[in-house]
């Protein structure tokens, strides 16, 4: 077993990073914008990065089901592994969930999602305005539980690189390896 990601997973790892880092604050920024074409042009944005997103995912998770992750290092206490493992489990679980979520949504308040402008993705519900405000709560909390998960999982990685001075980092970020 190797102590390194493929590059395909490397690459999985940091389109899918940049896109929701791009997703996130674009969320919120256009939530408060008062109706207009630039609020429904960045609401399309969204979309399509969510869209994105959850096609990537589907492609992380076969890399995932056909690919051995590296171990952990032997060194990490028990309670990190499961700490890692879980959060990684979250946030797998979470780039399904959000842009279903967000589709569902959309769906429910009546607005189809088109994929770039281009590609009609069918509405998965009815149009009912109560369960769109319920799917927004959805969305929005699943949102910030990403975001903090994504929080603990940066500052998980610095620890490791600048405090436990192993490879856990340099796993994703190759050009960061220590030579032995």
């Known amino acids: 077993m190797t102590n390194r990601y493929t590059p395909a997973a490397i690459s999985l790892h940091w389109i899918i990073a940049l896109l929701i880092f791009a997703a996130f604050p674009l969320g919120i ?68 969930i959000i842009p279903i979520s967000g589709w569902l949504m959309s769906s429910a308040k009546g607005f189809q999602t088109v994929w770039f402008g281009v590609l009609p993705l069918p509405d998965l519900l009815d149009k009912d305005k109560e369960l769109g405000d319920l799917l927004l709560q959805v969305h929005k909390l699943l949102n910030f539980a990403m975001a903090g998960l994504l929080l603990g999982h940066v500052g998980a990685a610095l620890k490791h690189h600048f405090i436990e001075r192993d490879d856990i980092l340099a796993r994703m970020l190759p050009f960061l390896r220590r030579e032995p």
């Not at 109706?35 to 959850?54: A, D, M, Q």
């Not at 076969?62 to 879980?86: C, I, N, Q, S």
């Open 29 to 96: 920024y256009m939530h408060e914008l008062p109706l207009s074409p630039t609020k429904l042009k960045l609401y399309s944005y969204h979309k399509w990065i969510g869209v994105t997103v959850f096609m990537f995912a589907v492609l992380r998770l076969y890399w995932r089901a056909t690919h051995v992750p590296p171990a952990l290092p032997d060194k990490m206490p028990g309670w990190e592994k499961f700490a890692a493992h879980a959060t990684h489990f979250a946030l797998y679980a979470l780039i399904f």
